[in-house]
């Protein structure tokens, strides 16, 4: 699986570059299936019109908006009561994941109870474009900082498809997001690679290579291994 973690969508021609060239082909020529189950789980986004807006193309967020030659949603709650025959050919032949934000654990928790979580190792040729807890759900480790929902089990691993956690919404102090001193405060409990990045930022992961697009900021807290 090709990735692309992004803290806030598809937010510049750097990104929209990189998504293209992870493709292979136009956004014009690809199809996608969006996944807006973590927004239900976090009390700030919840059911209602916000996962309307990201389904239809009219988030602040870019991502499901940007010319698919078409667009399908998959709900990872109704997974588990459907064959799966129903909807694992739709993931198979997607070019592209649209992975909203909201709660990780909430996303992380559908993942594994519809079995997409599985079904990720034979995806070798599909993008996985997260937003935020859409990209904070394949890392190891996301801290109490980040967590709203737990599940039944109270686990509160998440995926760990890479070896470095995510801040996102890196913000400048006193506006809206996470300041670099809560980022660093955070990190303290990371026991692996992190980093911060703002809403200009994503990070490209094809074959364990991993490259930053950015036309803002981010920041190393944490490298493997301190």
């Known amino acids: 699986m090709k990735l692309l973690l992004t803290s806030a969508g598809v937010t510049n021609a750097s990104i929209h570059d990189a998504l293209v060239d992870l493709l292979g082909k136009p956004i014009a020529e690809s199809t996608a299936l969006c996944i807006p189950t973590a ?6 986004v919840g059911p209602g019109v916000k996962p309307w807006q990201f389904i239809s193309g009219q988030s602040p967020n870019p991502m499901v908006g940007l010319g698919w030659k078409s667009v399908g949603v ?3 709650t109704a997974l588990p009561s459907l064959d799966r ?3 694992e ?3 198979h ?3 592209a994941l649209l992975v909203a934000g909201g709660d990780v654990l909430y996303l992380c928790h559908w993942m594994r109870e519809s079995g997409l ?3 990720l190792p034979s995806l070798t040729e599909t993008v996985w474009v997260g937003l935020s807890a859409g990209s904070m759900v394949l890392t190891p480790y996301v801290g109490d900082d980040f967590i709203q929902w737990r599940p039944p089990s109270g686990d509160d691993s998440t995926l760990g498809l890479v070896d470095f956690s995510i801040c996102p919404h890196l913000a400048p102090d006193g506006e809206p997001g996470n300041s670099l001193a809560e980022a660093e405060e955070w990190a303290l409990a990371v026991p692996n690679a992190a980093y911060a990045l703002d809403d200009q930022t994503a990070i490209a992961v094809v074959d364990g290579e991993v490259t ?4 803002g900021r981010w920041v190393e807290l944490r490298k493997a291994g301190g």
């Open 39 to 44: 927004m239900y789980g976090h009390p700030m």
């Open 74 to 76: 998959l709900e990872l």
């Open 85 to 87: 025959t129903a909807w």
């Open 89 to 91: 050919p739709l993931v």
């Open 93 to 95: 032949d997607a070019d």
């Open 117 to 119: 979580a599985d079904l």
């Open 212 to 215: 930053f697009v950015s036309e």
